[in-house]
Every structure is written in structure tokens, then in C-alpha cells.
């Protein structure tokens, strides 16, 4: 039967005369009841870990905006977690993790099999989402791509350039190539364990692959992405799937053909023409709204969020950021998104 989610609809391939919206870090720090239910939890981990507090601010955004998909409340570093790394959130500057950079480091990581002891919390999360949103909202479960995930391990933090990732990979590709298999392995059991929970349509976040070239792009990001796919595919024929190989350019065409996504995601470094001319010819797309439109708001917002639309509009689209929406952005100027898309 087909389903009366526009989500779920869009990602069956169908054109909408209105596309369906949510927002990337829609759950955040721009919105002030975000604020007060951290500072309740005490921290992000705390709040990650907190099945009633995690669930709570999910739905923040869907009770204000009424969004057509709610995201699941963790955090794609929860996985090293969960593997065994050590993770802690400097405030103001961001994760920080154990490094991963010699035989040694890689040795001390637990298996696969380990990870739901610490990873049940999450899953909980998502039953008390699937049994809470409004029936129109679909739950969406995430991960991180096997890269994203690795450049955080290797560094112990975000880096600019990924340079601490991309220089292990060329030093001890061996190394390199054992820890993405353990990260892909344990994200297939980890997206698996939130559809049985709940989740309606998984998302896996590849958010440096645009720093992966040529065939390092093949080989890091589209094949950790296709092998994680077919994998969920075999288990859940039924439940969609979202890629976002974010700034991979010319890597977005036919990367849902080669991955077997449902949809890929896109971000504002490519323009929506190009990406309706080379990306939704194939199926549905996502975004792609520069995110700091929703911190300058005005004209320029309604503007391009209707120039989207429009050159989406010949095809299967679900309106959201090209990133993730920051925390200085205006709240009012979610809303303004919004009532553009659905032209009220
Ligand atoms: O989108 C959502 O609302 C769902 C929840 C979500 C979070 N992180 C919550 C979060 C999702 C899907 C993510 C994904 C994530 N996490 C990515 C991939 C997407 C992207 O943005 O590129 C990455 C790279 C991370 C790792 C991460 N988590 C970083 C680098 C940071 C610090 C940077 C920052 O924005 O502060 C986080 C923290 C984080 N994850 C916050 C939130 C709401 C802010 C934490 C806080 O409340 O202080």
C-alpha cells in the first residue's frame, strides 16, 4: 500500500506538487527549549544517552514547525563510542576523541558485537519516537559514512583538511582500510537495530567526502556506502535509504545508482539546476538551501527557497538545508523557510 507520508512518498520516486520539508540539526542549539533540555541532561552525551530528554527535544522542532520528518536525536560519533574509543565534547570547540593512528591503538577497539550495550539508549530513543510523532511524520534513524566517522577517529577532532585521516590512509592503508571495515560492520548492525526500533528511512552522513578524490572517492566513500546499503537492503527491503556524500561535485552523479540509495542528499555547493540536470534525474533528491540564509533571513531567503523548489519542482524533492542549520540562527526565519516551500 502506498504510504500517506510525503516522505516516504517523495522517496518512493514520486513528484509532489508540494515537496515535503526537515531540516538538518533541526533538534539544536538556535532553539532555546533545545537550550533548557541540555542544561537539564547536564551535556550532549548526557542527552544523547537519555532516552526520555533525547526523544523530548526530536520533537521540539516537529511541535514548532510541524517538519514532515522528524531525525533521530544522537550523534554520528557515538559509534567510536561505542567501539571503545574515549569521547568527550569540548564546549565551544567541539569533540574530542582517543586517537587512532597505530596497529597498537586499533587493537585495543572492541568488536562489533559489543556495540549495542552501549548504543541500547539510542534504540530506545527511537521506539518512544515511533510510538510518539504525529502519524504524518516520518522518523528518520542516521549514521555516519565509514570516512567521516574514521577522520574523527584518527585525528581525535575535527580538522580542517582531514589531514591526519587522509595521511594515515597513504602511510598504512592496510591500518586504514581495517578500521573503515570495523566502522562499516558496526554501522550496518547499528542502522539495522533503529529500523527494528522504529526508524522509517536511514540517512548515512558523509560529511568530508568532498575531500576524497578521484578513486579515494570509489573506494572510501561511494564503496562503504553501496556495501552498507546492500547490506541494509538485504534485511529491510522496504526501508529508504538517504546519501549524503557531502561536496563530492561530480561524485553526486549516478552515486544512487552505484550505492543503490533511494536518495542522495545535496549540499549548496552545487547549484539545484545542476543538480536536477545530473542528480534527480536518477531519483529523489535532497536540499539545498545555503544554511546561513536561516541566520540573514529577508528577501534572499524566500528567493532562493522558491528558486529550489522550482527547479526541483520537475521531479522527486525533499526541501532542506545544504548543511546543518547553526546556532545563531533566527528561529523565525525557519518558519519564513517553511511557509515559502508550502507557499502560505
Ligand atoms: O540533525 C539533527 O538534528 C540530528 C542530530 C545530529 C547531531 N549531529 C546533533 C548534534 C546529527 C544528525 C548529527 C550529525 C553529525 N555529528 C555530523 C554529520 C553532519 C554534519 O553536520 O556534517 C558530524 C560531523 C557530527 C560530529 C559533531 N557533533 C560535531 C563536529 C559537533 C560539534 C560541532 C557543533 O556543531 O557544535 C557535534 C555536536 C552536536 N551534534 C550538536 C548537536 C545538536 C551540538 C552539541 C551541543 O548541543 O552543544
Redesign the pocket.
Known sequence: MASSKTILRALAGETLPTPPIWM??????YLPE?RAT?AQAGD?LK?CYNPELAAEVTLQPIRRYGFDAA???????LIPQALGADLW?V?GE??RLSTITTQADFDKLGPVSDIHETLNPIYETVKILSDALPSETTLIG?A?APW?VAT?MIAGQ?TPDQGPAHALRMENTPLFEALLDRITEATIDYLSMQIQAGAEVV?I?D?WAGSLKGDAFLKYSLEPARRITAALKAKHPNTPIIGFP?EAGDGYIGFAKATGVDCVALDNSVSAEWGAKNVQVDGCVQGNLKSSHMVTGGQPLVDETKAIVKAFSGGPHIFNLG??IT?DADPDNVQRMIDAVRDV
Do not use: N
Open positions: 538538518m540539526r533541526q533538534a539544536g542549539r533545545y541540555r550532549f542527552l531525525i533521530l536525536f544522537a550523534d554520528i560519533l565534547f564546549t567541539g569533540p542516521f555516519g567521516t574523527y575535527g540517512k552522513f560529511s557531502r548543511h546543518g546556532p
